[in-house]
């Protein structure tokens, strides 16, 4: 019996199991982009499979998981098709044998530019921390008004790094850690990019310094069920009180101080955890700014503001973007309340930043990227010129 002389291929088993692979993404897109966009970013994803194949990460798994995990991260921010099979090649110029013009063949000039600017970031080598916030800074934040779609795919690159970073031997750990915190963080909380940042910096706080992770979460464990009822107790004062103003449609929850925050507040006061973890903290989003105003008032109608503690970046927004009224009150037992107040709009500006033009996106035909590119260019020249007037600080 003779074997058909046909070209070698890949076995129909891993085929499959490749295709499993991309299920997890392919569920994400399927909430937003059209069938088209999604076999396009499909496409990617073979391409990438392909071209990474003989790679494994440290974990084991196939190479590509990475990518896709990568344009995951993108997906649950809503990201164009484009940037997603961007994000998806990221690595492949970087790590395997296809050069750009073959990807500007195969995906389009703007994925090949994207793929580009990614791979030149991630050559970019920070001498210091001084020396990248200094000058580099800025000029790379500049060149990226050009395309900020750049920084969000090495951003969200960094993300699933820091993620896995596990598999690493302890020396890399600890310098991928002690780069996300110096570099990465800085970059997400000027763009805004509020719930990225504080996972950046949690898991850069977990790598850094386990042991003082593991017992400040210890602590923050116990502390938690000692206070759960003082929570309730105040949430439910202020719902009332909302409520027989009229502003029973605020939402209120309340928040709990992340783990970095709280070590660093600790190390630059010199303060013992307790001080600054009995701290009772609440946002209330209402729906129109006029409202944030109202509910400011029944706030301090409900308990006494602390003098010189209110801030109103409503009128007078951070350099970032981010709105909310800010104050801070005199809770039952003695205990300090901070109240963020602000409009769905403003909170969404405020966990997802320059991100937030893509979420909000909704209705508008998605195969049309002008307007979104158009906000986000006016977005960024507003934060350039917040900062420049602001004297840089945030
Ligand atoms: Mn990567």
């Known amino acids: 019996m003779s074997t058909p002389h046909t070209a070698p291929q890949t076995p129909p088993t891993e085929i499959e199991s490749r295709e499993s692979l991309f299920e ?5 897109l399927e909430k937003y982009l059209e069938p088209g966009q999604i076999e396009m970013v499909h496409r990617a994803f073979l391409f990438g499979a392909e071209a990474h194949k003989e790679q494994k990460r440290r974990s084991g798994e196939p190479y590509i998981t990475h990518p896709l995990a990568v344009a995951q991260i ?28 073959q990807l500007a063949a195969e995906f389009g000039e703007e994925v090949m530019e994207l793929v580009d600017g990614v791979t030149k970031l991630t050559q970019i080598t920070f001498e210091s921390k001084a020396q990248a916030e200094a000058e580099n800074f800025r000029k790379m ?32 750990r600890r310098r991928i850690a002690r780069e996300t915190l110096d570099i990465y963080v800085p970059i997400a909380s000027r763009l ?5 940042r504080l996972e950046l910096e949690d898991l850069g706080f977990a790598a850094l310094y386990p042991d003082r992770h593991r017992v400040l979460s210890e602590a923050i464990k116990k502390a938690r069920g000692n206070r759960r009822e003082i929570v309730t107790k105040i949430e439910s004062s202020i719902v009332e009180r909302l409520g027989l103003d009229g502003l029973g449609s605020a939402r209120v929850q309340g928040r709990e101080k992340h783990i970095y925050s709280i070590y660093q507040k600790m190390r630059q ?13 609440f946002r209330i989003v209402v729906d129109t700014v006029d409202m944030c105003y109202r509910v400011l008032g029944a706030v301090h109608n409900l308990y006494k503001p602390v003098p010189g503690r209110f801030k109103d970046y409503i009128a007078i927004p951070k350099a970032n973007g981010y709105q909310s ?7 039952p037992y003695g205990v300090p309340i901070e109240v963020q107040i602000r409009t769905e709009d403003m909170d969404c500006v405020a966990e997802a930043g320059v991100a937030a033009h893509w979420l909000y996106k909704g209705g508008e035909d998605s195969s049309n990227n002008f307007g979104t590119h158009f906000r986000v260019r006016e977005w960024m020249r507003s934060v350039l010129e917040m900062q420049q007037s602001a004297g840089n600080s945030l």
């Open 24 to 28: 997890g993404v392919r569920a994400e």
């Open 74 to 101: 993108m997906g649950t921010m809503r990201f164009d098709a484009t940037t997603l099979v961007a994000a998806i090649l990221h690595d492949v110029v970087e790590d395997t044998s296809v050069t750009k013009e």
């Open 141 to 172: 934040l500049l060149a990226m008004v050009r395309d900020i779609r750049i920084m969000l795919i090495k951003l969200a690159d960094r993300l699933h790094n820091m993620r896995t970073l596990g598999f690493m031997r302890p020396d890399k």
């Open 325 to 331: 009224l800010h104050t801070v009150l005199f809770g």
């Open 269 to 281: 006061k010199g303060l013992p955890f307790s001080e600054v973890f009995d701290v009772y903290a």
């Open 192 to 196: 805004g990019l509020n719930a990225m």
